[in-house]
Structures are given as C-alpha cells and as structure tokens.
C-alpha cells in the first residue's frame, strides 16, 4: 500500500506518481489522506490501481479517468468523474453538481445523493446512485444509463438523445423530449447487473423502477444510426 | 467565480475566534476571488451607541481629528478607532443619521461602509491574506461574521466595488454570481428613495433586500423576494444585526457547502473553506437547495 499525505506532499506530487503509472504496475494499492477539500484529487489516472481517498474531496476528483477504481471515503465536490473513460469510482458520501459529466464509460457509484445536474451530456458511462439526483440531470445525455434509487428533481434528461435513465423514486418533472418508456425484459436484465455493480442490489429490485428515455422527436434520430449509440 | 464564507455562532465560547476562524475560511477561498476582498463582523453592541464604519482612500488627512470635528457638529462625543484605511466611529445611536450628513460635508470623500448597533465593513482591493492581515481581522471578536473574495466581473476593481455591501443599518450582502436585471431593479429601487454608491449589480442586491426590510418584511419574505424580482445568477449570503440567511436562484450553478455542529452554522462556496472548522468531521455537511430560503436566528 502506498500511503499518501496531501497534506505534507501536495496535490502535484502526488498527479504525477500517479500518472507515473503506466500499464501494469506492482503498485496497485494507493490511499490519499488529508485531502481536505483539494481540486483535481487523483485526475487523469490511466492505470489498474486501487486509490482510497480518505475523506472529502474538492473539484474534479477522478476526473477523465481510465482503468482505475477510485474509493472517496467522503462526499465529492463539482465535477467528481468527468469525462471518465473507465474504470470505476465509488463515493460513499454524496456529490456535487454534475457528477460524472460527459463521462465516456466506466462506473460512478454515489452511495448517498447526488446534486443538479448529474450525468450532464453522458455519453456512455454507468451511473448509480443510491439515493435521489437534483435538478436537470441527465440532460443532452447521449448514452449509458443512469440508475437512480431515490427521486429525481426537476428537468430530469431534458434534450434527450439515447442514454437510459431509470428512477425508483419520483421525478418531479420530465425534461423536454424526455419520456416514461417501458421496462422490457432486456431492461430488468441490465438494472440487475448495474445494480449488483453499483453495490445496491441489497438495496432495491430492478421491478421497482421505471425508465425513462427520449421521445426523439427533439434531434434528428435516424433508426439507421441506432446501433451508433 | 468568487468565495464566500459564513459563520452564525451558537456558542459563546467561540466569539473570541470568530475573526480567527473567517481570516482562515477567507484566505482558502483566495482562488477564487483575488482581485479584492471583505469581511463584515457583528459583535460589540453597547447600549445606546451605535458604530458608523468609513473608509477613506487618504486616511492620514481624513481621520485627522475627525472625532473632534464630529463631536462638535453633532454636539455629542464620539469616539474613533483607525484601522489603516478604515475607522470605526462610536456615536449615539439616535445621531447616526445626524453624524452621517455631518459626515459628508466635513470629509466629502469620506466613504460609509456601514453603520448600525453591531456591524463592522471592512474591504478593500488586494489579496484576500494581505487585506485581512491590514485590518488585523483574525483579531476581532464577535457573534456572526460574513467575507468575500472577489473576481470582478460586473464593474471596476476598487473598493466600493468589493463585498460586502451594506444598504441598511445593521445589513450587509455578498454575492457570488452576477444579475441580469440590476439596471431596471436599482431605478424602480431608486423612484422608492433608496440611494446607490456604485454602478455594481451586488449592490442592487442588497438594496433589494434593505428595501423589503424596511417596508416590514421578514428576512425570509425578503430572501423569498429575490428569487421572483432579481434574474441572474446568485449565492447571497446576508447578515443582519441578529441573524445570517442563505439562497441560491433557481439554477444553482454558484457553488454552496454549509455546516452546522451545535457550535456553529458555517458556510463556504467550497468545503476546502471548512476544513479547519472544530468537529467538522462530526457536522452535517449539505449543499443548500436551489430556490429555498435558509436562515439563522438569535
């Protein structure tokens, strides 16, 4: 385990170990503490390692990250996971706004709630959050799914393309272009896996929720296309 | 950008930090605001004597026997305290408006920061360590506290431009954010005879809420009022002689983390503001909700 104080060593040195690692390392267990609120903990990793943050973190934690699986043993500023590529990152408190944005693929679990604006223009990575999401998620998400235990706020997925979102508890308004669809069958079979990796399947059943997506009728969808997303 | 930070105090104990505790708060959200910053303390109420804090851009000349010259035009003695480019004048309550027109014909380019029973401004351009450190802030005691730091965006980078701005006895207001509809709200607020120092959207804010305060509004009416009048984009954080309020517009893009422990309520645009609090690890931390009125009492 290779232990790291932000305190003592600051944000850059430990950036740079960290994208120092490169393909396999013997190095795969790392742990950040006394993050206090820092921007930009542990962003751009591009390796198979293990990071525990101890504590909460400041902007863009784990942001445009690849491989990695990123541990925040506390709640998560702005921006926490964007544009990530893959990977994995669990937050056990709640997150600030636009959580896992852009994000590319990968998962992003939140075991407590999330605010405005989570998974804005997602174009393809996992979301799971264990409670309830603010106000304009989702919206111009492009693909991926976005799994949500609690409620929803307003403008939930408001300009649409071809993400699915689904929504346990209420939502309190659908965004433009965006719909309740139903659950089919390949849709139960998707919640059951996202649900198992997002550390919720204890938590709820996938018969509980229901999906939301696209009316289509905002973009130009072309069912031609439809295997581009 | 900008940065604000709050602390409402629960315990007494405490009161002898507060100045401590937001010059710390303060310099962590420099990032964020470097052009200019501001601190407005409560504390130190004495019955019947109220504190008219000004600022002048020649101190050695304007403060010069300003307590004298005050005395005698208001025919009741004054007591001032200079602190570099500011001076905390004690004068009786009931002469604060009497001390306040004296004020602009004795010193006409002497500027008001505040006045009321309890609040002190203080503000000025600079790095936020280095106006902090001018005005020994961490030094100052009292129950309820607000800073700023600036990045201009709105108007010019100079003193009056900075946060906090004070419209009404006892009121203060800083604001991350900017407002879209300043000029037509600062001339409807302007025909119901409030009076404006700047051309800053900030300011208009302020007003917006003295005014509400004035025609007998509660301060949560009041707050409620500015997610229907003002359109813009806005974190206001407002302080008045017993109480310190919170909201966020409908859209909520300006960021906000608060704290509360039986000690205190604390606020900071970002956690990192937070972090040296005592027992934060043990505090509910939440981000205040877009549109929802938040405020403290005593």
């Given amino acids: 385990m290779q232990s790291f104080d932000l305190g003592q060593e600051g944000l850059r040195a430990l950036n740079s170990s960290l994208h120092a690692l490169k393909g396999q390392t013997n190095m795969t267990a790392w742990e950040v503490i006394n993050p206090k609120g820092a921007h930009a903990i542990a962003a751009g990793v591009d390796a198979p390692v293990d990071i525990t943050v101890r504590g909460s973190t400041g902007y863009y934690c784990a942001g445009m990250n690849k491989q990695a699986t990123i541990r925040i043993k506390g709640s998560a500023g702005p921006g926490v996971a964007e544009n990530m590529m893959s990977g994995t990152v669990i937050i056990d408190g709640n997150a600030s706004q636009y959580a896992g944005a852009t994000g590319r693929g990968g ?43 609690g409620d929803a706020g307003d403008a939930l997925g408001d300009s649409l393309y071809e993400a699915r979102l ?38 709820a059943k996938p018969e509980e929720f229901k999906r939301y997506g696209s009316a289509r009728k905002l973009y130009n969808f072309n069912i031609d296309n439809a295997s581009a997303y | 950008m900008c940065g604000i930070v709050g602390l409402f105090l629960k315990d007494p104990k405490l009161e002898p930090q507060l100045g401590a505790m937001l010059t710390d708060m303060l310099i962590t959200m420099t990032d964020r605001g470097p052009d200019s910053a501001g601190i407005a303390i ?14 002048s851009a020649h101190p050695e000349k304007d403060f010069k026997d300003l307590d004298g010259d005050m005395h005698h035009a208001i025919g009741q003695p004054v007591t001032m305290k200079i602190k570099s480019s500011h001076a905390v004048l004690e004068v009786p309550m009931d002469q604060m408006e009497a001390a306040r027109s004296a004020l602009s014909h004795l010193r006409p380019g002497v500027k008001v920061m505040s006045a009321g029973d309890s609040i002190e401004i203080f503000k000025e351009v600079g790095l936020p360590k280095d106006v902090a450190a001018r005005f020994d802030v961490a030094k100052m005691k009292g129950t309820h506290g607000i800073g700023h730091t600036r990045l201009a965006t709105e108007s010019a980078v100079t003193t009056m431009g900075a946060h906090p701005f004070s419209t009404g006895s006892d009121q ?88 509360e422990t039986d000690q205190y309520v604390a606020f900071g645009s970002e956690y990192r503001a937070l972090v040296n609090l005592p027992g934060i690890e043990d505090a509910r931390v939440w981000e205040p909700e877009p549109a929802t009125v938040y405020f403290w009492e005593r």
């Fill in chain 1, 107 to 149: 998962l992003l679990v939140i075991k407590g709630n999330a605010s405005s604006r989570c998974g804005v223009s997602m174009k393809g990575i996992d979301i799971v959050v264990h409670g309830s999401i603010g106000h304009m998620s989702a919206f111009m998400a492009q693909s991926g799914n976005l799994v949500v235990l």
């Fill in chain 1, 166 to 203: 689904f929504v346990r508890g209420s939502v309190k308004s659908l965004g433009a272009d965006c719909i309740e669809k139903e659950m089919r069958p390949e849709h139960i079979a998707l919640l059951t896996d996202l649900l198992k990796r997002g550390e919720a399947d204890g938590k």
């Fill in chain 2, 42 to 55: 409560y504390g130190g109420a004495k019955d019947g004597l109220g504190k008219l804090t000004v600022q």
């Fill in chain 2, 172 to 259: 203060c207001l800083v604001h991350n954010g900017s407002l879209s509809n300043h000029n037509g709200v600062r001339r409807e607020l302007k025909r119901l005879g409030m009076t404006f120092e700047t051309e800053n959207d900030t300011e208009v804010g302020a007003a917006f809420i003295s005014h509400k305060l004035q025609t007998g509004e509660t301060l949560g009416n009041a707050l409620e009022a500015t997610l229907t009048d003002l359109d813009g984009f806005f974190t206001f954080v407002v302080g008045t002689k017993n109480g310190f309020g919170v909201v966020r517009d409908p859209i909520a893009c300006k960021p906000a983390v608060m704290a």
